[in-house]
T-cell receptor, first 113, second 113 residues
Framework: AQTVTQSQPEMSVQEAETVTLSCTYD???????LFWYKQPPSRQMILVIRQEAYKQQNATENRFSVNFQKAAKSFSLKISDSQLGDAAMYFCAYREYGNKLVFGAGTILRVKS | DGGITQSPKYLFRKEGQNVTLSCEQNLNHDAMYWYRQDPGQGLRLIYYSQIVNDFQKGDIAEGYSVSREKKESFPLTVTSAQKNPTAFYLCASSNRQANQPQHFGDGTRLSIL
């Protein structure tokens, strides 16, 4: 079974600084999709960014970017110019065609002003 | 606006009682999912449905039941067999293509009286 591991239970970053959240996964598939979701205190799940495994180019969405290392099965999220509104729980998730989403345990991100 | 509606927002269950959580979507999505989230934890899949009148067990299906009679609706029943039902429940939906993200409802918090 596929597994997703987030090794950092909690991270802190100073406002305006950059932080990187780690995620590794285990799969024998070659074609799959990876996602980062954000869950603020409101408990809503918000999609931050997605990456298709067949694309070598790392996905970017404004201040959010990923470092996708397919051979290492690593999918880290970089948040640049951190803002107070970025404080949330972040989940890494894996999905293959026609299959369910597998989530990591999450990383709590605290942003200090 | 299209979206996913979960109701109620808060629900209380008495000992030995079955309760049903509602999930409705108007996104025309084929697939729907139910997740359970315990405090400080990630999301665990309870049940999912890829198409009307069909559903599969997730990782923690014991003590839960679902139905999928309509494309728009995927209610979850927490039965008396679920001995520890206190948790936050999230419903999600998506197109069946793996590159499409899951969209989430705002969740239902279930507590035992």
């Amino acid at each position: 079974a596929q597994t997703v591991t987030q090794s950092q239970p909690e991270m802190s970053v100073q406002e305006a600084e950059t932080v990187t959240l780690s995620c590794t996964y285990d799969t024998s598939e070659s074609d799959y999709y990876l996602f980062w979701y954000k869950q603020p205190p409101s408990r809503q799940m918000i999609l931050v960014i997605r990456q298709e495994a067949y694309k070598q180019q790392n996905a970017t969405e404004n201040r959010f970017s990923v470092n996708f290392q397919k051979a290492a099965k690593s999918f880290s999220l970089k948040i640049s110019d951190s803002q107070l509104g970025d404080a949330a729980m972040y989940f890494c998730a894996y999905r293959e065609y026609g299959n369910k989403l597998v989530f990591g345990a999450g990383t709590i991100l605290r942003v200090k002003s | 606006d299209g979206g996913i509606t979960q109701s109620p927002k808060y629900l209380f269950r008495k000992e030995g009682q079955n309760v049903t959580l509602s999930c409705e979507q108007n996104l025309n999505h084929d697939a729907m999912y139910w997740y359970r989230q315990d405090p400080g934890q990630g999301l665990r899949l309870i049940y999912y449905s890829q198409i009307v009148n069909d559903f599969q067990k997730g990782d923690i299906a014991e003590g839960y039941s679902v139905s999928r009679e309509k494309k728009e609706s995927f209610p979850l029943t927490v039965t008396s067999a679920q001995k520890n039902p206190t948790a936050f429940y999230l419903c999600a939906s998506s197109n069946r293509q793996a590159n499409q993200p899951q969209h989430f409802g705002d969740g239902t918090r279930l507590s035992i009286l």
